[in-house]
Nanobody
Framework: QVQLVESGGGLVQAGGSLRLSCTAS????????MGWYCQAPGKQRELVAS???????NYADSVKGRFTISRDNAKNTVSLQMNSLKPEDTAVYYC??????????WGQGTQVTVSS
């Protein structure tokens, strides 16, 4: 079983920054893809950014140029640096990882609130 612990959420003013971290209980080199998803009230969960084992990244159009996803294999952590935050970024952010076997795991979520 994989445990994912997220941290770094909080309340920030528009234009500010936050850094989310997701630390896994196992070596992240066992994961094919790691990513961050967000879910705003009344909306479906959607992809924010992802990074593969080879380091390829993918971003939602709404966050390109503002958010950066990275992984630290030594710390078993994937991070999301969020800059120039907007009120519409307000959501619960979830870490998701997928093993090469296809097994999927989700974190418990961390709240990000951006005030205008």
């Amino acid at each position: 079983q994989v445990q994912l612990v997220e941290s770094g959420g909080g309340l920030v003013q528009a234009g500010g920054s936050l850094r989310l971290s997701c630390t896994a209980s196992v070596r992240i080199t066992s994961f094919n893809v790691m990513g961050w998803y967000c879910q705003a009230p009344g909306k479906q969960r959607e992809l924010v950014a992802s990074i593969t084992g080879g380091g390829s990244t993918n971003y939602a159009d709404s966050v390109k140029g503002r958010f950066t996803i990275s992984r630290d294999n030594a710390k078993n952590t994937v991070s999301l640096q969020m800059n120039s935050l907007k009120p519409e970024d307000t959501a619960v952010y979830y870490c998701r990882v997928r093993r090469y076997s296809g097994a999927d795991y989700w974190g418990q979520g961390t709240q990000v609130t951006v005030s205008s």
